[in-house]
C-alpha cells in the first residue's frame, strides 16, 4: 500500500478532490460566510472575562460529568454481538475556599448516590429479523431509570411544541395522533429499524446509558450547578412523523426537561464538532480581541433576534433541534469547541427578548464559569470534570482484552463451550 | 501469619517485573533511592516477605501522557490548576529483588531471589519503631554475628536492625573499600569497639570461643585511641574499671614509635614498637619490596649461612662475596638500609613481637599509630606480625603435641624470637598438661586474629602477590589459622586476585570513581549489579555490606564511635554495672 501511497499519482489524486471542495463547498460557504461575517463580529463574538486565579467564589459550587465509552464486539458468537457499555461520573468542587480548585468529591460520597463507578452494562442481540430491535428496547428500558414511556416522550413533545402538547389528551386532532399506538412502548420508538446496524444499536445504547447516568445525577442530593455530557444536544428526527426517530431522541428532552426542574444547567461539550468555517470565526476571533484572548460564539437559528446564519442554513443537524449552539476556546493553541445548551433553558435564563445586553451579560456569566472550570493543565481548555469522566470511562485495548479472556473464562465456569474471544480475523492473522 | 501492620506503612502496589527487577506504583512520598521496601506475597499459600532496594524513582502522573506538555501549560497558563491530583500523583519505583523471607516453624529463612512476588503485591516501607523487630527477625540469618558494623539502612534513615559480622567469618578476609572521606576511620574505630565488646562478651560468657577476636590495627593518622571527635578507643579503656580493663588490654593496646610523644594519658597503656633484625625474615621483605632473583638468591644464601644476624651480615659487607654478580649486595644493601636509619627496626634491645604476639593469643585489640612511620616500616611491621602470627599458628596446626610444636617452632620462627615466647605459647595451645606429650588446640578454638593491612595496595598488589609474599599464604590459607586480614584500601582495582577472590566479607564506602565502583561490584560476594547509581549518591558512612555466607547486600549506616560510645559506656564498669541493651536477633 505504501508504495501506492507515495506516488505522485495518489497526490494527483488528493489534488483534484481538494480542488473540487475548494471549487464547490467553499465557495458557497465563503459567500454565506461574508454575509454573517459582520453580524458574527459585532454581535454574535464576545470575550470572556475569566476569573482571577486567587478567586473567591461566594458561592462554591459543584460540576458534574458524565461520559461513556464501549464497544459493540466484546464477543462474537456466530451472529450474535455482545456489546460492553461504561459509563462515569464525576463531580468536582469549585473549591475555591481550601484552594484546591475542582477538588473531586470522595469516591465514597459519590458511589453513595450514584453506585459503584465506573458502571458497566453488557448487551447482546442476533441476527435474527427484529431482534436487535426487540432486544434494545428491552436493554433501553433497563437501564433508563424512568420506566414509564408516556412520562419519557411528552417533554420532547411539550418542549417541541412550545407547550401546547403537555399530555396524551393533548394529542388529539394533532399530526401526531395517529402516531399514538407507537410512542407507548419502546420498541415502537424505534423508528428507524431498517438501519439498526450493530454500530447505530450501540451508539444508541452508549447515548442512552450516559443519559440515564445523568439522570441519576439529577435525581440524587448531589445539587450540581452544572451537568455536562460529552457530544451535542442533537436530535434526530423521523422526518414524516416529526418527532425523533430513537428512543435516545426523547431521553434526552426528558432529562434537559428534568434538569430545568432541578435548577442544573444541562451542557454538551463536543470537541469534534461539525459548525462550518469554525476556523475562519476563530480567527476573526484573534483579529479581533487579539491572541490568546478566550472567546465565544453564539450560533443563531432562524428563531433567534436577528435569525439564523447563512453559514448554517443548509446543514441538517445545526442548529440542533431545541439546543442552543456555541462556538468557544479558552485556549489559543487549541482549536474552537462546540457547547450546546437546552434551548428551553436559555430562553428562560439566557436570552433577554430586546435586551441584547442583558443577554450578553448572561451569556457572559455563563462562559465565565465554564471556563473557571476548563483550565486543569492537563486539558487547558477543556472542561476538566468531561476530560476526568472520560478518563475514567474509557476502555483501552488491554481492558478489552481481559474483559475478552474473563467472558471466556465464565462460559467455562458455567460449563458452556469455550470460544476464542479474539475477532474472528485474528486467525487468518489479519 | 505475619502482622502485616509490623511491616511498616502501605506504599504501593507491585506492577511489572521478573525475579531479579521489579516496578512498583507507589505512593507520591519522599522516597528516596537505596530504600529497601518489604513486599507481602502469598502466592500458593506460601507467606513470604520479599525484600526490594530502591534504585530508581520516576514521577507518574496518571491521566498524563506528556509530563513536558503539563508542566509547559502549568507555566505559560498561570491560572491552570490540576484538579484532583493529589490522587493521581503516584511514584514509579524500580529497583532489585534482594530475596524473600519465609518463615519456617518458628524460624525465618532468607532466600536469594529465585521467586516472584503475587500479582499486585502490597508493598511497605519500613518506619523506624515499627518495622525493627520484624524486619531483625526476618533478616536475622542476613545480619547476626559478633561484630557490629552498623545499623541496616533503609534509604536516607535506618532501622533499629544492627548489622554484625559473625568471628567465623573474619579469618575468610574483609575488605574496606572507600575514597578518602568515606568513613574509614569512623568504621574502623566502630569495628575496634565492636572487637573489645566481643571479647567482654566472652569474659562474661567463657564457653563461647567465637566471642573472642584479636585485632592488630594499623592506625596511619593516630586517630583510633583519641578518637576524631570527642571520644577514642581510649575513652572506652578509660570507661572500664581497672578490673575489666586489665581482662581486655592487660597492661597496653597502644604501640607506637616514639612514646614520649604519646599524650600522658594513654602513655599509660603505650609501649614502643621495637622489632629486632634478628626477628625479620627474608620473606618480610620479599613481601613489601621487589627483588631480582640475583638479590633474592643472595640473601637467601645469607640467611642460610647466618641465620637471625643475616641482616647485619649483609648490611655489614664491604664486596660482593664470591659468586655473587658484582653490585647485587649495593643493591641489596641500599634496600636494607632503612633498616639502620629506623627507630623500630633495631639491631639490639628489647623487642616488642612477643608481646604483640601474646595479645593476640589471648583475644585483645592493638592499635598501631603508624603515623610516624615510613611507608616501608608500615609495610614491614605489618608483615612481620602477620607472618610470625601465622608462623606460630602454623607450627601449632602441624603438631600433635606440645613437643612437635616446639620443635615446628623451632623450625618455623627466628630462634632467639621463639626461645623467648614458647613457654607463653605453650600455655596458650595446650589442650590440658603441660608435658611434651600433651595435646595441643586446633587454631580455631583459638582467638581469631585480624591484622589491619592499611594502603593495602602497595603490597597487596599483583607484583608483590605474584612472588613470595606471606600475604599470598594467608589470603588462601588464613582460615586454617584462624587469622584473617582486614583490608583496608582506597582502591579496589589494584588490588591482586588472590586476595579479592578469598575475600568473603566486604564493606563498600562510598568510591571515588566510575572505575572503583565497577571494580567493587564485580569484587562483591553477592550481586550488587545494579547499584552503580547507589554508590553515586553514597553519603560519608554509608556502605553496602556484602559477604558470600549471605544471600542479601546489606546497605549499612554506620554510626559515629561518638555516637556508640555514648550509648553503650555504661556497659565497661564492670560486675555491678548495667549492661548496654541487649539486642535480640
Known amino acids: ?430 | 501469619m505475619l502482622d502485616r501492620d509490623n511491616l511498616g506503612e502501605l506504599f504501593g502496589k507491585v506492577g511489572v517485573g521478573n525475579q531479579t527487577m521489579l516496578g512498583i506504583m507507589g505512593n507520591n512520598r519522599d522516597v528516596s533511592v537505596g530504600e529497601i521496601f518489604m513486599i507481602y506475597s502469598q502466592r500458593d499459600g506460601h507467606e513470604r516477605v520479599f525484600f526490594f532496594r530502591v534504585l530508581g524513582l520516576e514521577n507518574y502522573l496518571r491521566q498524563v501522557d506528556d509530563m513536558a506538555r503539563v508542566a509547559g501549560t502549568l507555566m505559560v497558563e498561570g491560572d491552570s490548576y490540576l484538579s484532583g491530583i493529589e490522587r493521581n500523583m503516584l511514584l514509579s519505583v524500580n529497583g532489585r529483588m534482594l530475596g524473600y523471607a519465609e518463615q519456617r516453624g518458628d524460624e525465618w529463612r532468607f532466600m536469594s531471589p529465585r521467586r516472584l512476588p503475587d500479582h499486585l503485591a502490597d508493598v511497605y516501607r519500613p518506619i523506624r519503631g515499627k518495622s525493627d523487630e520484624e524486619v531483625c527477625r526476618m533478616l536475622c540469618t542476613q545480619t547476626d554475628g559478633n561484630v557490629y558494623v552498623g545499623d541496616l539502612q533503609v534509604g536516607e534513615t535506618t532501622l533499629d536492625v544492627p548489622v554484625m559480622i559473625p568471628s567465623k567469618f573474619l579469618p575468610m578476609h574483609v575488605g574496606i573499600f572507600g575514597s578518602t572521606g568515606a568513613g574509614k576511620s569512623n568504621l574502623m574505630m566502630v569495628l575496634i569497639k565492636s572487637i573489645i565488646d566481643s571479647n567482654l562478651d566472652y569474659l562474661h560468657s567463657p564457653d563461647d570461643e567465637d566471642k573472642r577476636i584479636s585485632a592488630f590495627c594499623i592506625d596511619p593518622h593516630d586517630e583510633f585511641a583519641k578518637g576524631v571527635d570527642k571520644y577514642g578507643i581510649q575513652s572506652v579503656i578509660e570507661a572500664m574499671d581497672d578490673g575489666t580493663r586489665k581482662k581486655v588490654i592487660n597492661d597496653f593496646y597502644y604501640l607506637t614509635t616514639h612514646k614520649k610523644a604519646t599524650p600522658r594519658e594513654i602513655k599509660r597503656y603505650t609501649k614502643e614498637i621495637r622489632i629486632l633484625w634478628e626477628e625479620i625474615r627474608p620473606r618480610d621483605l620479599y613481601s613489601i619490596m621487589e627483588f631480582t632473583p640475583q638479590m633474592s638468591s643472595f640473601i637467601d644464601s645469607q640467611f642460610n649461612l647466618h641465620r637471625e644476624r643475616w641482616v647485619k651480615e649483609i648490611l655489614d659487607m664491604e664486596k660482593d662475596p664470591d659468586g655473587t654478580p658484582s653490585g647485587t649486595l649495593n643493591a641489596v644493601q641500599r634496600r636494607l638500609r632503612f633498616l639502620e636509619r629506623s627507630p623500630i627496626f633495631i639491631e639490639s634491645g628489647l623487642s616488642v613481637l612477643g608481646e604483640i604476639f601474646e595479645a593476640m593469643e589471648s583475644g585483645r585489640i592493638l592499635v598501631v599509630n603508624t603515623s610516624l612511620m615510613s611507608d616501608m616500616e608500615q609495610f614491614l611491621l605489618t608483615t612481620i606480625v602477620t607472618r610470625t602470627l601465622s608462623d606460630m599458628r602454623r607450627a601449632l596446626k602441624s603438631s600433635g603435641n606440645l613437643g612437635d610444636f616446639e620443635r615446628q617452632g623451632n623450625m618455623r620462627l627466628p630462634q632467639p624470637f621463639f626461645t623467648k615466647v614458647k613457654t607463653q605459647a605453650k600455655a596458650f595451645y595446650r589442650k590440658g598438661g603441660v608435658g611434651d606429650d600433651s595435646e595441643v588446640r586446633d587454631p580455631r578454638a583459638l582467638p581469631v586474629i585480624l591484622v589491619t593491612v592499611e594502603e593495602a595496595p602497595s603490597i597487596l598488589n599483583p607484583e608483590l602477590m605474584r612472588g613470595r609474599s606471606v600475604f599470598k599464604d594467608i589470603s588462601r590459607q588464613g582460615r586454617k589459622f584462624n587469622m584473617g586480614l582486614l583490608v583496608v584500601s582506597q582502591q579496589v582495582s589494584v588490588l591482586d586476585n588472590v586476595i579479592l577472590s578469598q575475600m568473603n566479607t566486604e564493606i563498600n564506602l562510598r568510591l571515588g570513581n566510575e572505575r572503583e565502583i565497577r571494580a567493587c561490584i564485580e569484587n562483591a560476594s553477592v550481586n550488587i549489579s545494579g547499584f552503580e547509581n547507589e554508590f553515586r549518591v553514597m553519603s560519608r558512612g554509608e556502605a553496602i555490606l556484602t559477604a558470600s555466607y549471605r544471600e542479601m547486600p546489606l546497605p549499612v549506616k554506620i554510626p559515629l564511635f561518638d555516637t556508640v560510645f555514648e550509648r553503650d559506656r555504661d556497659r565497661y564498669k564492670g560486675k555491678g554495672a548495667k549492661k548496654s541493651e541487649k539486642r535480640v536477633l
Open chain 1, 1 to 430: 500500500m505504501l508504495e501506492k501511497i507515495l506516488t505522485d499519482k495518489f497526490r494527483e489524486l488528493l489534488r483534484l478532490v481538494f480542488a473540487d471542495i475548494s471549487n464547490q463547498q467553499d465557495r458557497r460557504d465563503e459567500e454565506e460566510f461574508s454575509k454573517d461575517e459582520i453580524r458574527i463580529k459585532e454581535q454574535l463574538l464576545d470575550t470572556v472575562e475569566p476569573y482571577p486565579p486567587d478567586t473567591l467564589l461566594e458561592d462554591d459550587f459543584l460540576v458534574a460529568a458524565v461520559d461513556g465509552s464501549g464497544t459493540d464486539n466484546l464477543m462474537l458468537l456466530d451472529d450474535i454481538r455482545v456489546h460492553l457499555l461504561s459509563t462515569a461520573t464525576v463531580v468536582l468542587d469549585t473549591n475555591t475556599r481550601s484552594e484546591k480548585l475542582f477538588d473531586p468529591i470522595s469516591a465514597v460520597a459519590l458511589e453513595e448516590c450514584l453506585g459503584g463507578q465506573p458502571h458497566l452494562d453488557v448487551h447482546w442481540h442476533s441476527g435474527v429479523r427484529n431482534d436487535a430491535q426487540k432486544k434494545m428496547a428491552e436493554t433501553l428500558e433497563t437501564i433508563y431509570p424512568l420506566k414509564d414511556i408516556i412520562d419519557i416522550i411528552l417533554p420532547f413533545f411539550r418542549d417541541d411544541s412550545n407547550g401546547a402538547i403537555s399530555s396524551i389528551s393533548d394529542f388529539t386532532d394533532t399530526d401526531y395522533e395517529k402516531h399514538l399506538p407507537e410512542l407507548r412502548e419502546m420498541e415502537s420508538l424505534i423508528s428507524r429499524a431498517q438501519m439498526l446496524t450493530n454500530q447505530v444499536v450501540h451508539d444508541e445504547l452508549r447515548k442512552v446509558s450516559e443519559y440515564a447516568a445523568a439522570r441519576n445525577v439529577l435525581t440524587s442530593d448531589l445539587r450540581p450547578k452544572y451537568l455536562l455530557l460529552d457530544g451535542a444536544l442533537s436530535i434526530f428526527m423521523h422526518f414524516v412523523k416529526k418527532y425523533p426517530s430513537m428512543p435516545s431522541g426523547f431521553i434526552l428532552r426528558e432529562l434537559a426537561s428534568l434538569a430545568r426542574k432541578e435548577g442544573v444547567v444541562l451542557c454538551a461539550v463536543s470537541k469534534n464538532h461539525t459548525i462550518p468555517f469554525a476556523h475562519r470565526i476563530a480567527k476573526m476571533a484573534q483579529d479581533v480581541f487579539g491572541e490568546g484572548t478566550k472567546w465565544f460564539c453564539h450560533l443563531p437559528c432562524k428563531d433567534d433576534p436577528g435569525g439564523g446564519l447563512h453559514i448554517i442554513e443548509d446543514r441538517t443537524y445545526i442548529p440542533p433541534r431545541l439546543a442552543v449552539p456555541y462556538l468557544f476556546s479558552f485556549s489559543q493553541d487549541n482549536r474552537p469547541s462546540r457547547i450546546d445548551f437546552d434551548r428551553i433553558w436559555w430562553l428562560e435564563n439566557v436570552l433577554v427578548r430586546g435586551d441584547p445586553i442583558a443577554t450578553r451579560q448572561n451569556e457572559k456569566a455563563l462562559f465565565r464559569d465554564l471556563e473557571f472550570m476548563s483550565r486543569d493543565a492537563r486539558w487547558y481548555g477543556y472542561p476538566v470534570s468531561l476530560a476526568l469522566a472520560h478518563e475514567a470511562c474509557k476502555l483501552s485495548y488491554e481492558d478489552l482484552r481481559l474483559a475478552r479472556e474473563i467472558c471466556k473464562d465464565v462460559r467455562h465456569e458455567i460449563g458452556l463451550d469455550t470460544r476464542k474471544t479474539e475477532p474472528l480475523r485474528a486467525d487468518y492473522n489479519l
